[in-house]
């Protein structure tokens, strides 16, 4: 017989389950799941315990899994209710980007650091990896609530601009500089893909809904729906933005039918089993072995630095309507994942960034993304969906 | 941005709508939509068109899927059903592992072929992939019949006796050759495992249910149930059993639950999800550039025989109920998949089986694949569940 097969069982099972207890164990603390999924990898990941590193398998499954966390968020959302928090959210957005990148390039400009590398942890601050936060509003039930929809909206528009921060820095790392006509081409694209996927496609979807029905393979509305999903996936991923935001999108589009195309119970079905493997694999590349006393105070001041960024940015403008839902907004953009790591490797790889700032930058996703989550449960603990 | 998850969306993409498409083809043919995805992937696979070579993560996918498939297929069945038909199924079991064995070991002797090629051939011709015949079922919506459930548990007394067969051509291949100690602690083990999931693992889920409820997790049954399904899963593969095997079992123990746990929906999603993956890769593996007119004889001969073996060794023990669930249940053990592929793997990777005897067997489980899922559409074509 031969020895993948087995590997890779034993893989999925033991990760199901550490993380799966994991967050049983936080439940019980009245922490969030979600942080005791991401901790299990820290622990039994390859840079502490090195009992569990996750195969190349595991991580694509991983990216699978937080496809269908965004895919989930946005069925419960709706294109309509993103519309009306729009103008809020956008805000929210703009301040949140450009506040972390000031603050973040300003701190390692008076440390000394050269420009190109304060750009670069200025840029790896901006970006809200809202699998996180969807997640704990998803865990509360409050995702149908008007601040957990500026959040999602506000992280939409956020990935946009933090792709096109993306894209400066990929040019600053490229020999051949930054192109301004790839720069207008991307903002161009994005912009144009977010309108399209909140005003055209919910039309189609209408007109296509009497269609699926005459199909005659089971499930047609499901198969659909993982069909577009995918699809607009790869497309966001195809054009330069985040594979999620496609998927969040999706979700949005999806959102009115449901109910009636009885997507529900089976996408959480998906989610429930994918999800572990990305929120453990997200715990396994923290690097705790990067951590020297000198990177420790620099991380630490970062860190401050990007939650404090993200308070002040995202929670100013929504000041007027009172100081928990500016904080929850704030707190909610906290968390940064995937596009800091890329960032900061993309960097490093380049070697345009050292070590020393690649581990900075690892540690303050470390801590936002392990801080706001009990934080943000903290802040709706008495609050029921209104 | 990397390359990677780019590619990887583009792929899971591409294959699901392929397959789909192909399924909803084969439907409006009134032909089973498996079907349809299992040409999906010989006609876009790399021997054919070479559209869409399947990548490694698809190819764990696809693992996963097929997991998944025979999970479903568990639920469905229920462990009491399973021992009520155990005699016929037992019977059935081992004419149609005889017959096939003898058939084919005769013919590539009387061809002229060494023993121990005709002893893989023999071998390959064994075991069948019941994940299609469950599908097929499943679409059927006959999965309940008495049928249906001799089939499914003469697949799975077949897969031990497989193994067994498995365990003498891995010892035939391997230079110290079988030991009988190997061989003894194989099939003790085996039994083992299909007693205790049949007899004792009812009752331990009947023990924890109190204890699930109490979780904190959200979804904790379908958390519970997935991680046994792994669990089982793994330790079937470890102990030299097919990991659908495993998956299989899990599903009977829980399939009292289903409806109380809210499982069936969560797992439809799962399956509907990845299964097309596992159907798309049976068919791109599917190498039509070995097919010499030579080879083609011999196929076509060892195809007759693979078939004709079953009806008879799978059929003739039920010829006192008549004619029809006789057929039904002959043609439904008649694919062959995996277990084909891995024993005839494992002859060419040993130097034993030349490229053309490999073909042989590959082509023979194309035919049986192929062909069981109309045939056996047609066998049900005027019959209600009973």
């Known amino acids: 017989m031969p020895h993948g097969p ?29 942080l005791g999924e991401i901790i299990s990898g820290v622990l039994l990941g390859p840079y502490a315990l090195g ?15 937080v496809i269908f966390v965004l895919f989930s968020a946005g069925l419960e959302t709706g294109p309509d209710d993103l519309i009306r928090v729009g103008k809020k959210s956008l805000l929210v957005a703009v ?34 990896s809202v699998g996180i936060t969807a997640r704990v509003l998803g865990d509360l039930n409050v995702l149908s609530t008007q601040t957990a929809k500026i959040i999602l909206g506000a992280a939409v528009f956020d990935d946009i601009l933090g792709m096109v921060l993306l894209a400066v820095v990929a040019g600053l790392s490229s020999s051949a500089g930054l192109g301004w006509l790839h720069l207008t081409v991307l903002i161009v694209e994005a912009a144009a893909f977010a309108l399209f996927m909140i005003f055209v496609a919910p039309g ?14 089971q499930n047609a509305y499901f198969v659909v ?8 996936s790869w497309l966001a991923a195809k054009i330069g933005m985040a594979a999620i935001i496609g998927a969040f999108f999706a979700g949005l589009v999806f959102a009115d039918y449901a109910p009636q195309w009885g997507l529900r119970d089976r996408v959480i ?22 951590l020297t006393k000198d990177v420790m105070i620099a991380a630490t001041v970062v860190s401050a630095l990007a939650i404090l960024s993200k308070l002040l940015g995202c929670g100013l403008p929504l000041l007027r309507e009172g100081w928990l839902p500016a904080l929850r907004v704030g707190v909610g953009m906290m968390p940064r994942g995937e596009v800091a790591l890329i960032v900061a490797l993309i960097g490093l790889q380049s070697g345009i960034v050292t070590q020393s700032t690649y581990a900075i930058v690892v540690v303050m996703t470390g801590v936002t993304t392990l801080l706001a989550p009990p934080v943000l449960r903290h802040l709706w603990r008495d609050s029921l969906p209104s």
């Open 51 to 65: 009992w569990i590193s996750p195969s190349d398998s595991i991580y694509s499954i991983a990216e699978i899994g």
């Open 269 to 290: 079905g998906i989610t429930d089993f994918l999800a572990p493997y990305f929120f453990f694999s997200i715990g396994s590349r923290l690097n705790l072995h990067l």
């Open 204 to 217: 189609i979807v209408r007109r296509i809904n009497p269609k699926v029905q005459r199909l005659s393979i």
């Open 6 to 34: 087995e590997q890779l069982l034993l893989e999925l099972f033991a990760i199901f389950v550490a993380a799966k207890l994991a967050g049983e164990f936080f439940e019980r603390l009245h922490l969030p799941s979600v």
């Open 95 to 128: 301040a949140g980007v450009v506040v972390p990148f000031v603050l973040g390039f300003a701190y390692m400009k008076w440390r000394g650091d050269a420009s190109t590398e304060a750009i670069f942890v200025g840029a790896a601050m901006v970006a809200t």
């Open 225 to 232: 729906a993982i069909a577009i999903c995918l699809l607009f």
